[in-house]
């Protein structure tokens, strides 16, 4: 069994929290609760027959009074990067936490969730940022928390990205 830290990276209210809801316990709130910090859940998943535990690290989100410590990341073999396809702003502030990912984590498997992605009439990403995202390399999930669309995927993809980046042996407990 191999036990690893993911981080929950975004802009403040994109719906970090809820994927991790809908992820761990199947739930969707919308009730905005803002993340003071971190808070960590876990989910256990089994990827080509090995038992991956992953410890989601729900961080709070960046903004402007507030931004994501690198100390929090440390540890982490993964990342869920994640923006509002409401809010073009998101998408910058996603870009800028994937920089400090890099620059405080050596090695680490990441996937890109535009969330809300149910709210078809209100999406406002250019082109020019899907080509943003694209360019960082990982797969991009079009996700919804309400819906629970990709969602499932997207958590799913990570762990396989973070199962093949493992040595043999290494069970990568962040602990």
């Not at 069994?1 to 709130?29: E, N, Q, W």
């Not at 910090?37 to 990827?47: F, M, N, Y």
């Not at 993809?157 to 290494?170: M, N, V």
Request: net charge negative.
């Amino acid at each position: 069994m191999i036990r690893t830290k993911v981080c929950m990276l975004g802009s403040f209210a994109v719906g970090k929290t809820s994927l991790v809801r809908r992820f761990v316990h199947s739930l969707f709130g919308d009730r905005y609760l803002s993340t003071l910090g971190a808070r960590v859940d876990k989910k256990s998943l089994v990827i080509d027959g090995t038992k991956i535990d992953l410890m989601l690290w729900d961080l709070a989100g960046k903004d402007d009074y507030q931004s994501v410590r690198p100390t929090h990341l440390r540890g982490a073999s993964g990342c869920l990067l994640v923006m509002d396809s409401t809010r073009e702003h998101s998408v910058d502030v996603a870009l800028e936490l994937h920089q400090l990912m890099l620059d405080t984590i050596d090695q680490v498997s990441f996937v890109v969730a535009i969330n809300k992605c149910d709210l078809v009439d209100e999406w406002r990403l250019s082109d020019r940022q899907l080509e943003q995202l694209r360019a960082l390399g990982g797969p991009i999930f079009r996700t919804s928390a309400l819906t629970g669309d990709e969602v499932e995927n997207a958590f799913a993809a990570l762990a396989r990205q973070i199962l093949a980046s493992k040595p043999p042996g290494e069970d990568g407990d962040p602990s």
